[in-house]
Nanobody
Framework: QVHLVESGGGLVQAGGSLRLSCAAS????????MGWFRQAPGKERESVAN????????YYVDSVKDRFTISRDNFRNALYLQMNNLKPEDTAVYYC???????????????WGQGIHVTVSS
């Protein structure tokens, strides 16, 4: 299994920036597809960004394109989400997710971080 711990969240004003980090341990990080999810109050959990094992392929939900950047450092076993020009609608609990079984991201079969709060004030 893979243990994931997020950090870097907090309170920021609209237009500001935050960088979320996800530290992974337990197995070879470079063999695992990773992603960030978020859940806002009263809303369903949604996929925010995904990244392939090598980091060469990425995915972003339309609402964060051109503002967020997902990246990974396989040497340091870390996943990042750089969030720029934050908006109040980005307020949510953000989760790091690892597709450890190869069944796809966003399922209970993968590994999940504990979640970290991001609050964007207007």
């Amino acid at each position: 299994q893979v243990h994931l711990v997020e950090s870097g969240g907090g309170l920021v004003q609209a237009g500001g920036s935050l960088r979320l980090s996800c530290a992974a341990s337990g197995r070879a990080f470079s063999t695992i597809t990773m992603g960030w999810f978020r859940q806002a109050p009263g809303k369903e959990r949604e996929s925010v960004a995904n990244i392939s094992r090598s980091g060469g392929t990425t995915y972003y939900v339309d609402s964060v394109k051109d503002r967020f950047t997902i990246s990974r450092d396989n040497f340091r076993n870390a996943l990042y989400l750089q969030m720029n020009n934050l908006k109040p609608e980005d307020t949510a609990v953000y989760y790091c997710n690892a597709d450890v079984k190869g069944y796809g991201l966003g399922t209970p079969d993968g590994s999940w971080g504990q979640g970290i709060h991001v609050t964007v004030s207007s």
